[in-house]
């Protein structure tokens, strides 16, 4: 699957977004080595803070269904944002444990495109290394 079918996957995720505060939608596809895909929408909540963004309900799908790091091979995310979401700061630190440093991930919101990884949106990151010393 190429770049632009995933980012297309991502887009139909964002239909399912349940987002009635924000009004903001978000999507997300992961793309694992096999050729399967999970998709993610942003969750969001009463109680703002219990809210899920879309990359984290899409790598969570991933995990849930046995991939990991290593069987995963790209994350799109798109949103109907007036330009294109990166992910938050939370999500920085999820997906650096989740994802490759070097996983591509794709945002677009339709009109402008990136193209990243978590080496460049989480450098110098808090990670297992610290913790299992
Ligand atoms: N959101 C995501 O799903 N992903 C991001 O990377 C940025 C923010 C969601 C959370 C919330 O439902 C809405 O966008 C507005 O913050």
Redesign the pocket.
């Known amino acids: 699957m190429e770049r632009n079918e995933l980012i297309q996957e991502a887009f139909k995720a964002m239909e399912n977004?349940y987002?009635p505060?924000?009004n903001?939608h978000?999507g997300?596809a992961v793309l694992c080595t096999d050729g399967k895909v999970f998709l993610g929408?942003?969750?969001?909540n009463a109680s703002f803070g219990a809210?899920n963004?879309?990359?984290r309900s899409a790598v969570f799908a991933a995990y849930s269904n046995g991939y990991r790091k290593d069987t995963i091979e790209a994350l799109a995310?798109v949103?109907d944002g007036g330009r294109i979401?990166?992910?938050?700061g939370i999500?920085r630190q999820v997906l650096s444990e989740l994802l490759k440093p070097d996983t591509p991930i794709w945002l677009s919101n339709g009109r402008d495109d990136c193209d990243t990884n978590m080496e460049e949106l989480l450098p110098m990151q808090f990670s297992q290394e610290d913790v299992l010393r």
């Open positions: 977004a987002a505060y924000s903001y978000v997300a929408a942003n969750i969001e809210t963004c879309a990359e995310i949103s979401a990166a992910p938050c999500c």
